[in-house]
């Protein structure tokens, strides 16, 4: 691009932005023309002024009446004012001369800094050297009273160690014998409660929990059917219309247990059994069900003290 271009292009410039920015943004708006879009193309006319509204943040509809306004100027049409370079030129010589006032401002500044520490790190060894003379005599009186001190605090780190292992071992002493107690005052409530259940009712917890033993080598699907038929068949039994609160949970467990059978009462156990008879019939047959029934009595008998007061064949 040859000079002449170079210089409408700048003038062009100079005469679209001057309603719209100040003296010193139109320079800006010169420079930004002359570091980065004096090159062919339209294109980078466009790009430029878009550039130049989007820094100085003008609205909208003046950047469209700016480009029109641009395109007028340059191709000849109304006057163009001087070429505005030199305003750039003075613009950084100023620049230049700030930079230059600045920096032999700070190169004073840095010297001054550098005499005020000196003088500050002279005066700081100064007393540096006084203090060592002081705190050399200050370590010697202190040396000998430290080494008096640690050989006490020593003894007396010693004997407070032998004072809490010997409480921790009484703690453990007596953590033992509460926790002992605690196991013998629950081994006897247990006994008791063990007591207080009638024979009858540890009879049948008996069978039921050798009973139920069976499923643990059978799939969980056949003994969750089990135990809603159970359920259905022991709605229906008027004789077990008391207990059906108590046995409800039975019905519904994933994993039944017996403790639920502790308070029921002895006219309803046979028909519970009943019910658990004709449940086991449906689940794996009569036969099956009566030999397995007849093995749960018999392991009663033999391992249950209190089969001898209530026979488990009472059950049936």
Request: glycine fraction near 2%.
């Amino acid at each position: 691009m040859n000079s002449e271009t170079r210089q409408r292009r700048r003038q062009a410039a100079w005469a679209t932005f001057e309603d719209v920015l100040n003296k010193p943004d139109l320079v800006r708006a010169i420079q930004i023309l002359e570091n980065n879009y004096q090159y062919d193309g339209v294109s980078v006319l466009i790009q430029y002024i878009s550039e130049v509204c989007t820094q100085f943040e003008l609205p909208e509809q003046t950047r469209k009446s700016l480009h029109a306004k641009y395109y007028t100027l340059f191709n000849g049409e109304g006057s163009l004012p001087e070429d505005p370079l030199h305003f750039v030129d003075e613009l950084e010589a100023h620049a230049k001369k700030r930079q230059e006032a600045e920096h032999l401002a700070q190169q004073k500044l840095q010297q001054a800094q550098r005499q005020k520490q000196e003088q500050a790190k002279q005066e700081r060894l100064k007393l540096a050297k006084a203090r060592k003379q002081t705190l050399e005599e200050k370590i010697r009186k202190e040396t000998e009273k430290k080494i008096l001190e640690e050989v006490d605090k020593k003894h007396r780190e010693e004997a407070e160690k032998r004072e809490r292992e010997a409480a921790q071992i009484r703690a453990k002493e007596e953590a033992e014998r509460k926790a002992q107690k605690e196991i013998e005052r629950k081994k006897r409530e247990e006994e008791e409660r063990l007591a207080r259940i009638p024979a009858a009712n540890k009879v049948f917890m008996h069978v039921l929990s050798t009973l139920m033993a069976f499923f643990e080598h059978e799939p969980d699907t056949l003994k969750v059917a089990f135990l809603e038929l159970c359920s259905q068949l022991a709605s229906n039994e008027k004789a077990l219309k008391g207990a059906h609160e108590k046995i409800g949970s039975f019905w519904e467990s994933e994993i039944p247990s017996t403790g639920w059978a502790e308070t029921l009462e002895e006219s309803e156990l046979p028909a519970l059994t009943h019910v658990l008879y004709l449940g086991f019939c449906e689940a794996i047959g009569p036969v099956e069900a009566d030999r397995l029934f007849h093995g749960a009595i018999q392991l009663c008998k033999d391992q249950l003290p209190e089969a001898r007061a209530f026979p488990p064949s009472k059950l049936l």
